[in-house]
């Protein structure tokens, strides 16, 4: 597998201003800590007649979720391809329904 570019995970959802955009961060950081990997953002406050479908505030959380699981996804895939042939098949299920859970907010 190559070398990975990204940041590191993993990462989380977080709302440092108070404000209608969530940031994406490495997990386990203190504020003053974090580096915005990438950022969320709603378009339901306001007046946006231009737009048909807004993005609202429970779209806009599980965006951010499935976007702050792309390293453990990342993972999960690198997983199942490596040990494809491997008889330990549970724990590579076991791994991919923890991501799909985080994903879906469970």
């Not at 378009?43 to 453990?72: K, T, V």
């Not at 490596?82 to 549970?90: A, T, V």
Request: proline residues 6%; negative net charge.
């Amino acid at each position: 597998m190559g070398e990975t570019m990204h940041t590191p995970g993993p990462w989380t959802a977080e709302d440092p201003l108070g404000s209608e955009a969530l940031w994406i961060v490495e997990a386990g950081k203190e504020p003053h800590e974090w580096r915005c990997i990438a950022m969320v953002c709603r378009d339901d406050l306001d007046d946006h007649d231009d737009l048909d479908l807004p993005i609202g505030a429970g779209e806009q959380q599980a965006n951010a979720r499935l976007i702050a699981s792309a390293p453990d996804l990342l993972l999960i895939a690198r997983m199942v391809v490596e040990n494809y042939d491997n008889s330990d098949e549970r724990f590579i299920v076991r791994a991919a329904r923890a991501a799909i859970d985080r994903v879906d907010g469970r």
